[in-house]
């Protein structure tokens, strides 16, 4: 029987127990043997050594993000060389920071990949709070900025310049949107047609509701 490497031993047990962490997972981790999953990440890796051409080409699949980071930051360098700021936008942040917090926490304060351009400024957004577990030690760097609702004046302000003015669409858009920014704008987006404002909102408004 093939014997597992000893790194391939370590990555799986450590991504098993993990993995028994989770909710609704964890009985299947522990009935996983270990060994077989070393195995089959030392045959994967074979394989790629195989098929790919290069060492450098096996080390960008086995661990892209390792590999990948470093040109990212090498070419948003020069970028920010030719541009007196430079400015990254994360949208959807509750969703897509369980995934991001730990590369993007290195990538801005430890320089693990390298060097960050001093006028790159990176832009979180989204509905909860960054997790003080990973970026505790970095708050008082970090400048939270809470997007308050649309007073009414803003909100017809923001109707009006799409061209919406029809008292009933005004109202109909602030009942549904909360005056929560996002969803006025999306609402405003409907726009009027041809003068038909009050039949195109409308039915966009109850299709949404």
């Not at 990212?72 to 920071?97: I, K, M």
Request: proline share 4%; net charge negative; aromatic share 6%.
């Amino acid at each position: 029987m093939q014997v597992a490497s000893a790194s391939s031993r370590v990555a799986a047990q450590m991504g098993l127990v993990g993995l028994g962490m989770l909710p609704g997972v964890g009985a299947f981790a522990g009935a996983v043997d270990p060994r077989q999953v070393a195995q089959s990440a030392d045959r994967v890796r074979a394989l790629l050594s195989v098929r790919l051409r290069s060492h450098d080409d096996v080390h960008l699949v086995m661990k892209p993000v390792e590999v990948l980071t470093p040109v990212f930051l090498e070419e948003l360098s020069d970028v920010a060389q030719r541009h007196p700021r430079v400015v990254l936008f994360f949208d959807v942040y509750e969703r897509t920071g369980p995934l991001l917090n730990v590369w993007l926490r290195d990538v801005v304060f430890n320089e693990c990949f390298g060097a960050l351009p001093a006028n790159v400024q990176i832009v979180l957004s989204g509905q909860g709070r960054l997790d003080a577990g990973i970026w505790g030690d970095w708050m008082g760097q970090i400048t939270e900025v809470a997007l308050e609702v649309f007073t009414e004046e803003e909100v017809r302000s923001l109707l009006a310049g799409k061209g919406i003015t029809a008292e009933e669409v005004v109202e109909e858009v602030l009942l549904l949107s909360g005056r929560l920014p996002l969803l006025v704008d999306m609402l405003a987006q409907a726009g009027p047609e041809d003068g038909g404002d009050e039949v195109k909102v409308s039915i966009v408004l109850r299709s949404t509701a």
